[in-house]
């Protein structure tokens, strides 16, 4: 029996993806004439079924043998909602579920997905399809060096910048992360012009806070700019200056954990105050305590050097978002426009929400970015459906679904096909003012640099070998051409476009800590730089690149084309894997990549791309 309905497609579906409080929805949907349908309804559940309603749907159309039923709803409460289709003839009686990207199934498949959120939800403009520049601050540049008196010991700062990270551990198997390259805010602040000129618009920093580590990840003082960083007047000089160039500077903070070398916690007695050795330690209701045995504490993933907090805490909701000086309003009246909150599914929705609210109660136009892996929409952690978006908690996330699905088409694991159902399911998850302000990312300081991945054939090799590891410069030159239909993809998707420090000019690197070398600015790859310059002014110069509405075109073999389209502007993307893609149009080439167009013809070699203006 042939059911026709596809979310994705207006004369299915109106509006396109989530829906406000209260907006109109209308659903049309085709059934064989042979069916002699007497009644269909849309069926319409909230996630935790405190919601379940049957809208009729009324007869429109007949056309090619197909009768056309068409009915509405407006949802009012803020939350997740599924919906099916109940289908009743003479014959029988069944319902019409979701299968794969685009097709129907009768008597089982998925539920179609709708997020409502609130009517007057918006992010701020300044962040919408922007250019954002990701820092690992230890190994961006350094101007002078810092005062180390206080930083926590022991550790080591390299003499050549160009050395390996350490990645072998200690005498008792630990690596302790605690080497440094002497990167710092004053080199940050040196190298704002680099940023501008590659019209960046948002500088995310990953931790700057006191702790022992060179990453940062385990605050030992929230409050305090880590000592071989700089200092807080350093820090404020920094966001004063990018005001002044029109970046804004966004702070990744960790509060599911804090050190254990921390003035928190304290466990080797540093500080005399910790949590650790002080049972009336203004911090010790922060830690969960063993109760038969003291010296044992809940820890993240079982590191006992990361001990988790208590989020919640009447007291660390006080000094985290709730207080005067809280550390939200800390930074943010020194100049910070936002926060990164790493492993968010680690964190309560109710944190989330405080946290969010307190931040737009500082400055309305900051934002707030959740590290989320998976499709965020509809992530559950810990059991727990969570409400990221319904609930006005984050206005971005970390878009990995976007990465992996770039990556693995560029690479031939995945099929055109794969990648529209990706990059379209997350543009109708996603509420559109989110969608425009995803983290797109190919490379992160938790993640290969794209160039390795694109490039090895082989991960499994040894830390030492990882460690030495270059592609040939016959591989490079190849690699090169695939990082450039990649890099392609991520400014011209919806979202915000993230480069990974030294992805612009080069970085190769396998995981951590190979992925977290120092800039290599006597060695930049100028050529490779030039193409991420035009990209990024791509993205600035076309408003349909930053906030347009998104529209999948073809999905053949190897070649992938989409539309972004604005009120004023349309703007046509294909990209080709395939030796040699032809097409006839009349539209004007931005910008061809391994290609040419002679008057309506459009020739692509293989990873050719083009940008046409309609």
């Known amino acids: 029996m042939k059911i026709l309905y596809n979310s994705k497609q207006k004369e299915f579906k109106q509006p396109f993806g989530c829906l406000r409080q209260d907006e109109l929805c209308t659903l049309t949907i085709q059934i064989s004439r042979k069916c002699n349908v007497s009644q269909a309804y849309i069926c319409v559940e909230s996630d935790d079924k405190s919601f379940i309603q049957q809208y009729p749907m009324e007869w429109i159309a007949l056309e090619d043998g197909m009768d056309s039923y068409q009915g509405s709803f407006s949802l009012s409460e803020c939350n997740l909602y599924f919906y099916y289709f109940h289908i009743v003839s003479p014959n029988s009686v069944f319902n019409v579920f979701k299968d794969g990207y685009s097709d129907t199934r009768i008597g089982h498949g998925d539920r179609w997905q709708i997020t409502c959120y609130h009517k007057d939800y918006d992010t701020p403009s300044e962040f919408k399809g922007k250019v954002m520049y990701q820092i690992f601050p230890d190994r961006f540049y350094a101007v002078g060096r810092c005062d180390t008196k206080d930083k926590l010991q022991p550790f080591s700062i390299h003499n050549d910048i160009y050395d390996v990270p350490v990645f072998f551990p200690d005498h008792n198997g630990i690596i302790q992360n605690n080497d440094f390259f002497g990167g710092n805010l004053q080199g940050i602040i040196a190298k704002l012009p680099y940023l501008k000129d590659l019209n960046v618009s948002v500088i995310y920093l990953n931790p700057i806070f006191m702790a022992y580590s060179n990453h940062r990840y385990d605050t030992a003082d929230y409050k305090r700019v880590d000592p071989l960083l700089g200092t807080e007047e350093d820090f404020k000089q920094l966001c004063d200056k990018a005001h002044e160039m029109g970046m804004k500077v966004i702070l990744d903070v960790v509060f599911s954990h804090t050190g254990s070398n921390s003035i928190y916690f304290d466990k080797y007695d540093i500080f005399h105050n910790g949590a650790y050795h002080n049972p009336d330690s203004p911090y010790r209701s922060w830690y969960q305590f063993h109760q038969d045995d003291p010296t044992k504490y809940d820890s993240w993933w079982g590191i006992d050097t990361l001990p988790c907090v208590d989020e919640l805490n009447p007291s660390y909701l006080d000094y985290i978002i709730t207080g005067k000086d809280s550390v939200v309003r800390h930074w943010m009246e020194l100049g910070a426009d936002g926060y990164r909150l790493d492993v968010a599914d680690e964190l309560p929705d109710e944190f989330i929400r405080l946290l969010n609210q307190e931040v737009k109660n500082v400055n309305q136009d900051s934002l707030v970015i959740g590290e989320v892996w998976e499709d965020a929409s509809n992530k559950v952690s810990y059991d ?164 347009g509405s998104i529209r999948v075109l073809s999905k053949q073999n190897g070649v992938f084309t989409f539309i972004r389209q604005t009120e004023t502007q349309k703007l046509y993307i294909i990209v080709s894997l395939k030796d040699d893609y032809e097409c006839f149009t009349d539209y004007k080439p931005v910008m061809i990549h391994n290609g040419r167009k002679n008057e309506e013809q459009l020739y692509l070699n293989k990873y050719g791309f083009v940008l046409l203006e309609g």
Not at 400 to 410: D, L, R, S
Not at 455 to 460: A, I, K, L, R, S
Not at 484 to 504: H, M, N, R, W
Request: glycine content about 4%.
């Open 384 to 547: 727990v459906r969570r409400k990221y978006f319904s609930q006005r908690e984050l206005d971005s996330v970390m878009n990995y679904p976007y990465k992996n699905g770039i990556i693995g088409f560029v690479k031939g694991d995945i099929s055109s096909e794969q990648l529209a159902d990706t990059v379209m399911t997350i543009a109708e998850n996603y509420p559109k003012p989110i969608l425009d302000c995803v983290m797109n990312s190919l490379s992160t300081h938790d993640t290969m640099r794209v160039l390795t991945v694109l490039g090895v054939t082989d991960y499994n090799l040894s830390r030492d070998d990882k460690a030495r590891y270059l592609l040939d410069e016959y591989r490079l030159k190849d690699t090169i051409q695939k990082l450039k239909v990649a890099s392609f993809l991520q400014f011209t998707l919806p979202g915000t476009a993230c480069i990974y420090y030294g992805d612009e000019v080069g970085c190769q690197g396998f995981e951590d800590p190979f992925n977290r070398r120092y800039f290599p600015w006597d060695y930049m790859n100028l050529e490779l730089l030039d193409f991420y310059k035009e990209l990024t002014s791509l993205k600035v110069n076309y408003p349909a690149l930053q906030t």
